[in-house]
């Protein structure tokens, strides 16, 4: 099973496709996501996980290297390329696959970027280094040296209202956090230790402030549960932090790391999974909203299928990462070069519900199908399996049920703005399944 999937990932690499729904990208392993607003545009710097190369234990982290990502469109992430190979590390032992979580901040108009990564010189098990660029897709101009008086993984970063800069890194029972200096490359002050958070192993911090209040965010786990992301709530970004509870629970027995981010309006937790391999140490980022109570306290976010973002015109609306589904099920394919998952076993009636598709300026609807009958049509509603039709598919044999080809509808009456889509099966006799579906697209 693993090795399908390993193979999965190694040739959608060659096909190039980027998934908008969770996991965000399936082109690749990608892991600890720090999502960050530049200039209006959302931006994800994770690391990457590989599957190990000859000669390397299979069952540790193999991580070369960073990547980055953007959101184009509504619902799409563009692969924006490498950003720092473990083997250009000015400071760093070569082809050590070390280089875990990192971290992005804007200050004074200059992106840094910061990384963990096994130093040369022995003197600790992860130093972390930092670059600087004009634009948040660098390139960036590493630093020669790793920062002094700084060991540990995982760095966050945060730069408050009044412009000073703040380092948290660590991993184990104790979290740390220093100040920067004016250059960002310095710290201004001896490390601390966040104080007051709960017992238990510790990783992941990431600091953000919401009406006033600093939300220090951490990976956790307690004795009985595996990575939780919790956190605590203060009134300045060096503490004291009050522990409130979990952000997310455990979710499997790999590791979660997260961050948080406010993008047109809507405040998003990215954490990782390892949903598409089926082996904890090659992870896919994901991405769910966030949403606060009345006072403050974080609402728990359980992880789902469907993620964030809005596909509009030309963007793939991958159906299969569905809100609601009713009579029919999903299932994983492998055709030549086109894998992913699909909707299969569309019983009579049956339906499956994708929120927040945008219809504007939309005059047909493209559907991914195989088909192996030929009686029966699917349509697409707007809302609801009982909302209003925007357009029918008629099925027809493709050549089998793992024959895709891509059919094409028209829509007669346009409809405008974000609404829920429903693609209903319907029958015209009682046939048991009528038609796979991988994905529907809006086009003019
Ligand atoms: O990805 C390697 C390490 O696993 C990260 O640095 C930790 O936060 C955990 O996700």
Redesign the pocket.
Known sequence: MKTRFILFILAAASAGFVRAQNPLVTHMYT??PTARVFNGKLYVYP?S?QVPPEGRKAND?C?PGYRMFVLEGGATWKDLGPVLDQNEVPWGKKDSFAM??PDCIEKDGKYYYYY?AAPLDGSAFRRIGVGVSDKPEGPFNWETNYIDGVSG??PGLFVDDDNKAYLYFG?GQELFVAPLKENMKEIAAEPVKVEHLPAGYK??SFLFKRDGKYYFTF?HTFPDEGYTIGYAMGDSPLGPFVYQGKIMDNISSG???HSVEKYQDKWILFY?WWDISGFNKL?SMRADYLEFKQDGTIRKVIPTLRGIGTPGIGELIQVDRYNEINGCRIAFFENGNERGWYICETEPNSYVRFDRVNFTGAKKIQARIACGQTFGKFEIRQNNQWGKLIAEFPVHYTGGWNSWETVEAKIDEPVDGVHNLVVLFKPDWGGRKLVNLDWLKLTK
Request: glycine share 10%; proline share 5%.
């Open positions: 892991a600890d690391s996980d982290f991580m875990w979580a963990p993984i995982d991993g990783e992941g990976a590791t979660n790391h990782h992870r």
